[in-house]
């Protein structure tokens, strides 16, 4: 059974950095566009980047835009999500999937394609 495996996660204080990694077996990452997503208690899960198939185009919610790089290592099936400037607003766990592009109205998104594959997730807490 696929599953994604997230980790990296932790405590930090307010401008602190973490990096994130994703992970899966069985799942050749390098066959999908990936997207990593968050949720803070009490919230919806919403999407914080992703990246194409390719590498060659990412995307960032606004709140993250130059604080957050997502990048890929494809030798090791693996997703990166590099956190700079931590604030308590990005409190939540965070979570990668395989997603697929969608363009509407209000611009770019990522839907991730398989729900069955969620993983467990990772922490990331900033303390101000």
């Known amino acids: 059974q696929v599953r994604m495996v997230e980790s990296g996660g932790d405590l930090v204080q307010a401008g602190g950095s973490l990096r994130l990694s994703c992970t899966a077996s069985?799942?050749?990452?390098?066959?999908?566009?990936m997207g990593w997503y968050r949720q803070a208690p009490g919230e919806e899960r919403e999407g914080v980047s992703f990246?194409?198939?390719?590498?060659?185009?990412?995307y960032y919610l606004p709140s993250v835009e130059g604080r957050f790089t997502i990048s890929r290592d494809n030798a090791r099936n693996t997703v990166y999500l590099q956190m700079n400037d931590l604030r308590p607003e990005d409190t939540a766990r965070y979570y990668c999937?395989?997603?697929?592009?969608?363009?509407?109205?209000?611009?770019?998104?990522?839907?991730?394609?398989?729900?069955?594959?969620w993983g467990q997730g990772t922490q990331v807490t900033v303390s101000s």
């Open positions: 069985r799942l050749p990452l390098d066959d999908y566009a």
């Open positions: 999937a395989p997603c697929g592009v969608v363009e509407s109205s209000t611009g770019r998104s990522c839907s991730p394609l398989f729900p069955s594959y």
């Open positions: 990246m194409t198939r390719s590498g060659r185009a990412t």
